[in-house]
């Protein structure tokens, strides 16, 4: 297999005394949907923001298109093709929703803005019929679809997921999916911090359990969605 786009080596995350990530080792190939799991706390937020510097790793290796990114600023990583959609979306609120994708274009600037956000619209139709609209007065579903979008204006090579099903209806939460599924049939890199380990397990080609800082185990997302420990543990043993 080729050199992975985006691989993390034997990374040690500290929060003071406390360490949230240890010797946490995992690979992203381009092209490849990749899925974090584990439960509330296991440290799946910290890996995701140790990728953009924040948290800094304490010792370990981020590496990025064969570099070491792992002391770079979040805008030279964001300009270089890592976007995220973070957890809890964190939209501008008292931004339309135009205005929070023309943010989204903020590391690679405005050249493509017009195209890239018609494109944001084709993939998102709920997002156009609300264009003018204030991000803060769209629902959980909206502003989550508004939060990818915005990730997706920077024209990312790899886009970073923080638990996009979070607190969102189970309906919304199937379209959300669908448009991954879509976005990763076209060949984007995604990958995906989820709680939701039946909706990311069955999207992704590959997956890592979490607990407490540690990778415990991987493999497919079909190999995982049928391991018992992980029925156990994360689908309700069902
Ligand atoms: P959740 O799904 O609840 O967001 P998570 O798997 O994403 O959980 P993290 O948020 O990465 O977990 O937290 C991992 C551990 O690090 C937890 O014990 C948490 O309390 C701790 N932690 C997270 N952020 C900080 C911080 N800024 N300062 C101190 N400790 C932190």
Do not use: C, W
């Amino acid at each position: 297999m080729s050199s992975p786009i985006l691989e993390l080596r034997d990374v040690d995350v500290f929060y003071g005394p406390i360490q949230a990530l240890k010797k946490v080792s995992l690979k992203i190939h381009a092209g490849e949907t990749v899925s974090l799991i584990g439960a509330n706390g296991a440290g799946k937020s910290t890996l995701l923001m140790s990728i953009f510097g924040q948290p800094r790793v304490t010792s370990g290796q981020i590496i990025y298109e064969g570099e070491d990114i792992s002391r770079r600023s979040p805008h030279y990583i964001a300009s270089n093709g890592i976007a995220q959609s973070p957890e809890g979306r964190r939209v501008f609120p008292d931004m339309s929703v135009e205005e929070n994708l023309l943010m989204g274009t903020i590391p690679v600037g405005m050249e493509h803005a017009d195209k890239d956000m018609e494109r944001m619209f084709q993939l998102f139709p709920r997002l156009k019929e609300r264009r003018n609209q204030r991000a803060m007065t769209m629902s959980g579903g909206e502003q989550q679809m508004l939060a990818i979008a915005r990730a997706l204006m920077s024209r990312p090579k790899i886009l970073l997921l923080d638990e996009p099903s979070l607190g969102l209806a189970p309906i919304v939460v199937k379209q959300i999916f669908q448009t991954l599924r879509d976005l990763a049939s076209e060949g984007m890199t995604l990958f995906l911090v989820e709680q939701n380990a039946n909706h990311a397990l069955k999207l992704s080609d590959r997956s890592y359990v979490m607990v407490t800082g540690e990778i415990r185990m991987t493999g497919t997302g079909q190999e995982l969605l049928e391991d018992p420990q992980v029925r156990a543990a994360y689908l309700g043993g069902h």
